[in-house]
Nanobody, 126 residues
Framework: QVQLVESGGGLVQAGGSLRLSCAVS????????MGWFRQAPGKERTLVAT????????HYSDSAKGRFTISRNSAVNTVYLQMSSLKPEDTAVYYC???????????????????WGQGTQVTVSS
């Protein structure tokens, strides 16, 4: 059974930092793109950041650019999202996802991703 398990969420004050982790088990996505998405209450799930198979290509939403960094360590089957300068508007459930149908490339849209974690809550207080 393939599982993506996010961790590292929590409550942080504005301006603070968090590091999210997504541990993959049951298979490897070593040649597939992976991404982080988030969903705030009453809003759509949106892209935060994506990374290609070896980490040399990344893409960020405008809101994440300059503050968040996505990375991956295929040796331990884990993807990370380092978040700094957090703002109250970053409050959301953050989801890790993998696109098993794309090899070597990068994927930008939620429908392209076919494996999802259960999410981790990030709450930023003002």
């Amino acid at each position: 059974q393939v599982q993506l398990v996010e961790s590292g969420g929590g409550l942080v004050q504005a301006g603070g930092s968090l590091r999210l982790s997504c541990a993959v088990s049951g298979r490897t996505f070593a040649r597939n793109p992976m991404g982080w998405f988030r969903q705030a209450p009453g809003k759509e799930r949106t892209l935060v950041a994506t990374i290609n198979w070896n980490g040399d290509s990344t893409h960020y939403s405008d809101s994440a650019k300059g503050r968040f960094t996505i990375s991956r360590n295929s040796a331990v089957n884990t993807v990370y999202l380092q978040m700094s300068s957090l703002k109250p508007e970053d409050t959301a459930v953050y989801y890790c996802a993998a696109d098993s149908r794309t090899d070597w490339g990068i994927s930008y849209y939620a429908p392209e991703y076919d494996y999802w974690g259960q999410g981790t809550q990030v709450t930023v207080s003002s």
